[in-house]
């Protein structure tokens, strides 16, 4: 019974749409309890079918309750079963509360303006009549859905959003993957210095506390008398030393990716992580018309045309309408994905534009050959496969959750990178936010691994008209 419940534990009455967004948010509040409204379970019934991410989600929600109702009587469903996640493969989920199902009919009188018998109405008064039956117990709404939230509060409920699955606290902490040095870096990181050159690359080895705030593939930059652009290769944090190599100049016009030079710094930096084969995966985070995609582009068709370090590039995105959906379009796998890679074609314009004086029909030959080693797949499709050797970018990846992306990366084989590209200011699915984004989430995993990296690009060059849009619409 809810009744018997130990003193200082919350009661969360979880939302449809929670548990539609995480299926492991039954595990995620520790020792306090869960209440589960009967309308939950027929809306959950009602989600089950087709094969989307909501769908599976449901279906895996179905498996964790029959798990944890296997061998249990109705005297214990009714006690409220113990939330221990047995087949779950994180090990830290799984607390010491209860999850309570609605086992009678609960009824509290709502105000009248609130009218009606929806979904949202039933949830809002099992919320009020267990807060009325169990005056001693905090109960607490949790819910996805803002307008219930809203409509919560308006009749004295309690409600909250459900953060669990929340990044960062705030959008302004993320990891922007380089540093401004003080100006007096050499003074307190130089007196041991060590410096070296290899196969023309200059090293230097520092020491001091500033050390302790670096990661892996970071950048460290100062301007003045004595400038530096480095990236961080190695760090000893006990020992407080760290290994920094100067970076590539992609501004230096004689220093090109596919006929593009870098026009700023965050910009250079990028080049330098898109070059690199030994970073297997690159996130870069910026408005429109800071040159994510172009940049990646460009790096790609110089690896695979040029190096021949890849096989061939595939670009993929999330395919979340802007406005009204256009209904079903015809064609293959490709020919469905055209309308959506309106950016591939833009940039491809710009980087096939480097052949004059080629003729037409040299131009012409040229598109064919860039096309031909750009494959364009649909995210539906890529459960279960692994990329040999492709360079394989994820545009408008700030649209995936924490588990999309996790399985599109998943998908990587030998030799493969991913660069992920996105705006977090720019999201279109629904129950996500800049802080629990899929791109927020591998920003902020993957920092500390030695083969990936991170660039916030920050300045728009796009144009002056789109630079002052950005700025002041």
Same mark, same amino acid.
């Given at each position: 019974?809810?009744?018997?419940?130990?003193?200082?534990?919350?009661?969360?009455?979880?939302?449809?749409?929670?548990?539609?967004?995480?299926?492991?948010?039954?595990?995620?509040?520790?020792?306090?309890?869960?209440?589960?409204?009967?309308?939950?379970?027929?809306?959950?019934?009602?989600?089950?079918?087709?094969?989307?991410?909501?769908?599976?989600?449901?279906?895996?929600?179905?498996?964790?309750?029959?798990?944890?109702?296997?061998?249990?009587?109705?005297?214990?469903?009714?006690?409220?079963?113990?939330?221990?996640?047995?087949?779950?493969?994180?090990?830290?989920?799984?607390?010491?509360?209860?999850?309570?199902?609605?086992?009678?009919?609960?009824?509290?009188?709502?105000?009248?303006?609130?009218?009606?018998?929806?979904?949202?109405?039933?949830?809002?008064?099992?919320?009020?009549?267990?807060?009325?039956?169990?005056?001693?117990?905090? =109960?607490?709404?949790?819910?996805?859905?803002?307008? $219930?939230?809203?409509? #919560? /509060?308006?009749?004295?409920?309690?409600? *909250? !959003?459900?953060?669990?699955?929340?990044?960062?606290?705030?959008?302004?902490?993320?990891?922007?993957?380089?540093?401004?040095?003080?100006?007096?870096?050499?003074?307190?990181?130089?007196?041991?210095?060590?410096?070296?050159?290899?196969?023309?690359?200059?090293?230097?080895?520092?020491?001091?506390?500033?050390?302790?705030?670096?990661?892996?593939?970071?950048?460290?930059?100062?301007?003045?008398?004595?400038?530096?652009?480095?990236?961080?290769?190695?760090?000893?944090?006990?020992?407080?030393?760290?290994?920094?190599?100067?970076?590539?100049?992609?501004?230096?016009?004689?220093?090109?990716?596919?006929?593009?030079?870098?026009?700023?710094?965050?910009?250079?930096?990028?080049?330098?992580?898109?070059?690199?084969?030994?970073?297997?995966?690159?996130?870069? =985070?910026?408005?429109?018309?800071?040159?994510?995609? $172009?940049?990646?582009? #460009? /790096?790609?068709?110089?690896?695979?045309? *040029? !190096?021949?370090?890849?096989?061939?590039?595939?670009?993929?995105?999330?395919?979340?309408?802007?406005?009204?959906?256009?209904?079903?379009?015809?064609?293959?796998?490709?020919?469905?994905?055209?309308?959506?890679?309106?950016?591939?074609?833009?940039?491809?314009?710009?980087?096939?534009?480097?052949?004059?004086?080629?003729?037409?029909?040299?131009?012409?030959?040229?598109?064919?050959?860039?096309?031909?080693?750009?494959?364009?797949?649909?995210?539906?499709?890529?459960?279960?496969?692994?990329?040999?050797?492709?360079?394989?970018?994820?545009?408008?990846?700030?649209?995936?959750?924490?588990?999309?992306?996790?399985?599109?990366?998943?998908?990587?084989?030998?030799?493969?990178?991913?660069?992920?590209?996105?705006?977090?200011?720019?999201?279109?699915?629904?129950?996500?936010?800049?802080?629990?984004?899929?791109?927020?989430?591998?920003?902020?995993?993957?920092?500390?691994?030695?083969?990936?990296?991170?660039?916030?690009?920050?300045?728009?060059?796009?144009?002056?008209?789109?630079?002052?849009?950005?700025?002041?619409?």
């Amino acid at each position: 019974m809810i009744e018997d419940r130990e003193p200082g534990r919350h009661l969360f009455v979880l939302d449809t749409n929670v548990l539609m967004h995480d299926p492991t948010a039954l595990f995620r509040f520790k020792e306090h309890d869960i209440f589960l409204p009967m309308v939950v379970l027929e809306e959950l019934d009602r989600g089950k079918k087709g094969v989307s991410e909501v769908a599976r989600n449901v279906r895996q929600v179905s498996r964790f309750i029959d798990e944890l109702m296997t061998g249990a009587t109705h005297e214990a469903i009714v006690a409220g079963l113990s939330l221990t996640a047995t087949s779950l493969e994180d090990s830290d989920l799984g607390g010491h509360g209860r999850l309570f199902f609605q086992t009678r009919s609960l009824n509290s009188h709502l105000p009248e303006s609130l009218p009606g018998s929806s979904a949202d109405n039933d949830i809002l008064s099992t919320a009020r009549a267990l807060e009325e039956e169990l005056p001693d117990v905090r =109960v607490t709404l949790v819910s996805k859905d803002i307008n $219930l939230r809203i409509k #919560a /509060a308006v009749i004295g409920l309690h409600a *909250e !959003d459900y953060h669990n699955d929340q990044v960062l606290d705030d959008v302004s902490l993320l990891y922007s993957g380089m540093q401004e040095l003080p100006g007096d870096f050499w003074d307190t990181h130089g007196a041991a210095m060590d410096s070296w050159q290899e196969a023309g690359r200059t090293y230097y080895r520092v020491k001091g506390p500033l050390v302790a705030e670096w990661h892996p593939n970071q950048f460290v930059y100062r301007e003045g008398e004595q400038p530096l652009s480095a990236i961080v290769l190695e760090v000893d944090r006990p020992a407080e030393s760290a290994v920094i190599e100067l970076v590539d100049d992609y501004m230096n016009p004689r220093h090109t990716v596919w006929g593009i030079n870098a026009r700023n710094r965050e910009q250079n930096l990028a080049l330098n992580l898109l070059m690199d084969p030994e970073v297997d995966f690159v996130s870069l =985070v910026g408005a429109a018309g800071t040159g994510k995609t $172009l940049l990646t582009l #460009a /790096a790609g068709l110089a690896q695979t045309l *040029e !190096d021949g370090t890849y096989k061939e590039i595939i670009m993929t995105r999330v395919t979340v309408p802007v406005g009204e959906d256009i209904g079903f379009l015809p064609g293959t796998e490709e020919e469905k994905m055209t309308p959506w890679m309106g950016a591939l074609m833009d940039n491809l314009e710009v980087l096939g534009g480097n052949t004059e004086g080629a003729g037409e029909w040299g131009r012409a030959a040229s598109g064919d050959i860039l096309t031909s080693r750009i494959k364009i797949r649909s995210l539906n499709f890529m459960r279960g496969r692994t990329f040999l050797s492709r360079y394989i970018i994820l545009d408008e990846a700030q649209n995936l959750t924490s588990k999309q992306m996790k399985t599109l990366i998943t998908r990587a084989g030998p030799g493969t990178k991913i660069v992920a590209l996105g705006n977090i200011a720019q999201i279109d699915t629904p129950y996500l936010t800049e802080t629990t984004s899929g791109l927020t989430y591998v920003v902020d995993r993957f920092r500390e691994w030695t083969h990936s990296g991170h660039i916030t690009l920050t300045r728009g060059e796009r144009s002056r008209l789109a630079d002052y849009a950005s700025n002041n619409l």
